[in-house]
């Protein structure tokens, strides 16, 4: 049963390259562009560097963030034609600073990207290397903050490291979250373990609701019934065609092979 396995790899890496697609080092030159969200407390921002030929060499993506986030930029500065604007935006491992002119409701100029040393420190000192410019934009992008990493050891999370620290807080992984967890039930904290359960729904809510039907799920067996979507109408249409009393790996099978429809 390896299916479920490997579509939540897929979605955590999906997760995290979403993300990491916005990265630009701190040392290259880049540009970026600040425009209107999709809602009105969000940002449509987008940065590139490097010299992009023929689809290579090409470092480029966007995220919408919330406006509140970063200072020197309003909404309202892009209804102004040729406006100069110095937009930062300051988390804890470091500043982004996008800096240019509004042009077409948009805002476009130069990129730059200057890592927190101290940041880097504290981190250092919780057991944390590898802090390259590249991640440490990346916990720029996602908010990832030394307190916040504090609150997920203190919670019992194990196995964190430079990399899977992306992927918890991308995933919204939160200390509530892992708590809510083990609480239900599931004491094993691994990081990736944890990440992998978040990123296919898995929730203290579900879990309730799969013992409400009489299952006792393990934390792999949570993962597979999120995956396949088997929920209590599924097991109800089940019993309606009067297959009674299946197992967790038999609806599991039922649903990969499609035999319900």
Known sequence: MRKPLVLVK??????ITAFSATIALADSAGTCSIRAGQTDEKMSFSSERGHCVAGRNCH???SDMLWSRWSGITAQDLEHEG???DARMKADSGEMRCVGTVHDAAMRGTYSFTPDEEFVKRMQAMGFDDLTPDRLQGYAMLDVTTEWVKQMKDAGVTEMTTQNVMGLRALKVGPAYVKAMSAAGYPELRAQKLTSMKAVGVSP?????????GYSPTQEELIQMSVFKIDAPFVEKMKAHGFKNLTIAQLVKIKVFKLDE
């Open 60 to 62: 480029e993506g966007s």
């Open 83 to 85: 406006a100069a604007v």
């Open 10 to 15: 897929t979605l955590i890496l999906f997760s």
């Open 205 to 213: 809510e579900k879990v309730q609701a799969i013992r409400a039907m």
